[in-house]
C-alpha cells in the first residue's frame, strides 16, 4: 500500500520510527510534545494518541506520567534481538566516474559526502559499486544475485537501465540519484530552474540582450535539456527571441576546452554576444579563457555565469555560477532509503526535486 494511502496514524508512526532509527533523539530522550506533532503532522489528537499508544507497545517509546514521552532503549538483553536497519546500501555508479579528477569525479564526491553523512551516524555501511554503462557486469549481476534485496541508490541510472531492471527483478527498491525517474522514486536537482536562474540573473542584474549557451549534447544528458529549457524561459519572459546561432553544444573529455571551443567559434564568427551562460562550471571558464583571448574584457564587456558552481569562484576573475546542492541530493536519498528499510515502506514512488541557488560574484 503506498504511504498516502496508509491510515494517518500509521503515516505518523512510520515517520517517527524512521526518526528514532535515524537517532533524531538520544536514547532516553524526550520527543517533541503533543502540540509540537500535532501542527508537524497535521492530523486529529486521537490519531496522534493512536500512533504513540503503538510505540509504547511497540517498545520504542515510554511514557512518564506528567513529563512526557521518551525514547526507549531497544539494546538487545538476554540473547534477545531487535529488528534493525540492514547494515549496508549498496551505491551503483557509472564505472566512467570513478577517475577523481573533472567534474563527473567531483560530482560524485558530494553525493556520497552527502550520503555518508546520513548513513555514518546510523552505523550503516555505504557500499559503492561501479557499474559498466549498457550491460549488467558479471560482477554486479553476481552480486545482485547473492545479496539479500533491500534498499539501493543508483546515481543517475540512465547510464545503464539494465541495471535498474536486474535490481528491480530481484527484489530491490531502487532509489535514482541526481536524475529524474518518471515511474520510479527519484531525487534530484531542478536542472530546469538552474539554466533560467542563470540566464535571468544576466538579464536582469547585468542588463544583458544577447545570450549565449554553451551546452553540452542534450541527446546525452537529460539535464542539458533540462536547462536550455529554462534558458529559453528566460528569454521569453523578457521578449527575447532566441539566436539559434547563440546556441551551442559541444563536448570534449576536457569539459573547459568545450567550452573555448565553442567560445571561439562564436567570437570568430562575429555573432553579438554580451553573456554567456555555460552549462557546467567548466564550459563557463572555457568561455573566459576564450574571452580573454580575443581581448575581451570580463565582466565590463562580457559577463560569464556558470553552473554547478563547483570551478567558479576559483576563476580569474571569480565568476557568478548556480550552485546545485549535490551533497543534499546524497543526504535525502540516503535519509529514503535508511526510511524505506526501518519503516519498511517500500511501494510508494517519490520524487524529490531540489532546487538550486544563484551565487553571485
Given at each position: 500500500?503506498?504511504?498516502?494511502?496508509?491510515?494517518k496514524y500509521?503515516?505518523?508512526?512510520?515517520?517517527?520510527?524512521?526518526?528514532i532509527?535515524?537517532?533524531r533523539?538520544?536514547t532516553g530522550?524526550?520527543?517533541?510534545?503533543?502540540?509540537?506533532?500535532?501542527?508537524?503532522?497535521?492530523?486529529?489528537r486521537p490519531?496522534?494518541?493512536?500512533?504513540?499508544?503503538?510505540l509504547?507497545?511497540?517498545?520504542?517509546?515510554f511514557?512518564?506520567q506528567?513529563?512526557g514521552?521518551f525514547?526507549?532503549?531497544?539494546?538487545?538483553?538476554?540473547?534477545?534481538?531487535?529488528?534493525?536497519?540492514t547494515?549496508?546500501?549498496?551505491?551503483?555508479?557509472?564505472?566512467?566516474t570513478?577517475?577523481?579528477?573533472g567534474t563527473?569525479?567531483?560530482?560524485?564526491l558530494?553525493?556520497?559526502?552527502?550520503?555518508?553523512?546520513?548513513l555514518?551516524p546510523a552505523?550503516?555501511d555505504?557500499?559503492?559499486?561501479?557499474a559498466a554503462?549498457?550491460?549488467?557486469?558479471?560482477?554486479?549481476?553476481?552480486?545482485?544475485?547473492k545479496?539479500?534485496?533491500?534498499?539501493a541508490?543508483?546515481?543517475?541510472?540512465?547510464?545503464?537501465p539494465k541495471?535498474?531492471?536486474?535490481?528491480q527483478?530481484h527484489?530491490?527498491?531502487?532509489?535514482?540519484?541526481?536524475?529524474?525517474?518518471a515511474?520510479?522514486n527519484?531525487v534530484?536537482?531542478?536542472?530546469?530552474?538552474?539554466?533560467?536562474?542563470?540566464?535571468?540573473?544576466?538579464?536582469?542584474?547585468?542588463?544583458?540582450?544577447h545570450?549565449?549557451?554553451?551546452?553540452?549534447?542534450?541527446?546525452q544528458?537529460?539535464?542539458?535539456?533540462?536547462?536550455?529549457?529554462?534558458?529559453?524561459?528566460?528569454?521569453?519572459?523578457?521578449?527575447?527571441e532566441?539566436?539559434?546561432?547563440?546556441?551551442?553544444e559541444?563536448?570534449?573529455?576536457?569539459?573547459?576546452e568545450?567550452?573555448?571551443?565553442?567560445m571561439?567559434?562564436?567570437?570568430?564568427?562575429?555573432v553579438?554576444?554580451?553573456?554567456?551562460v555555460?552549462?557546467s562550471?567548466?564550459?563557463?571558464?572555457?568561455?573566459?579563457a576564450?574571452?580573454?583571448?580575443r581581448?575581451?574584457t570580463?565582466p565590463?564587456?562580457l559577463?560569464?555565469?556558470g553552473?554547478?558552481?563547483?570551478?567558479?569562484a576559483?576563476?580569474t576573475p571569480p565568476?557568478p555560477?548556480?550552485?546545485?546542492?549535490?551533497?543534499?541530493?546524497?543526504?535525502?536519498?540516503?535519509?529514503?532509503?535508511?526510511?524505506a528499510?526501518?519503516?519498511?515502506?517500500s511501494?510508494?514512488?517519490?520524487?524529490i526535486?531540489l532546487?538550486?541557488?544563484?551565487v553571485e560574484?
Open positions: 500500500m503506498a504511504s498516502a494511502q496508509l491510515p500509521q503515516q505518523v508512526k512510520r515517520s517517527l520510527i524512521a526518526e532509527e535515524l537517532g533523539w538520544a530522550g524526550a520527543i517533541p510534545s503533543e502540540s509540537q506533532l500535532l501542527q508537524r503532522f497535521n492530523v486529529s490519531t496522534l494518541v493512536r500512533s504513540l499508544q503503538d509504547v507497545r511497540e517498545g520504542y517509546l511514557r512518564r506528567g513529563k514521552t525514547v526507549a532503549d531497544r539494546t538487545p538483553r538476554n540473547g534477545e534481538t531487535v529488528a534493525t536497519a547494515r549496508s546500501i549498496p551505491v551503483f555508479a557509472a564505472r566512467h570513478a577517475q577523481p579528477a563527473p569525479g567531483e560530482v560524485l558530494r553525493l556520497l559526502r552527502g550520503a555518508q553523512a546520513v555514518g552505523h550503516v555505504l557500499s559503492l559499486r561501479y554503462d549498457g550491460a549488467v557486469d558479471e560482477e554486479t549481476e553476481s552480486f545482485i544475485e545479496t539479500e534485496p533491500s534498499v541508490l543508483v546515481i543517475e541510472p540512465s547510464f545503464s541495471l535498474r531492471l536486474e535490481l527483478r527484489g530491490w527498491v531502487v532509489w535514482s540519484v541526481n536524475e529524474p525517474w515511474d520510479g527519484a534530484y536537482i531542478d536542472q530546469e530552474r538552474a539554466g533560467y536562474l542563470a540566464a535571468r540573473y544576466l538579464i536582469e542584474k547585468r542588463g544583458c540582450r545570450l549565449a549557451l554553451l551546452n553540452g549534447p542534450v541527446d544528458y537529460w539535464g542539458f535539456g533540462a536547462r536550455l529549457r529554462g534558458y529559453l524561459t528566460a528569454l521569453q519572459e523578457a521578449g527575447i532566441p539566436n539559434k546561432k547563440l546556441i551551442r559541444g563536448w570534449q573529455v576536457i569539459d573547459t568545450a567550452g573555448r571551443a565553442m571561439r567559434d562564436l567570437l570568430e564568427g562575429g553579438t554576444v554580451d553573456g554567456v555555460g552549462a562550471d567548466g564550459k563557463a571558464l572555457g568561455a573566459l576564450a574571452a580573454q583571448e581581448g575581451r570580463v565590463d564587456d559577463v560569464i555565469v553552473i554547478d558552481d563547483i570551478l567558479a576559483r576563476a565568476l555560477s548556480v550552485a546545485l546542492p549535490f551533497e543534499d541530493v546524497g543526504r535525502r536519498a540516503a535519509e529514503e532509503a535508511l526510511r528499510v526501518i519503516a519498511r515502506d511501494t510508494s514512488p517519490a520524487e526535486q532546487k538550486p541557488t544563484l560574484r
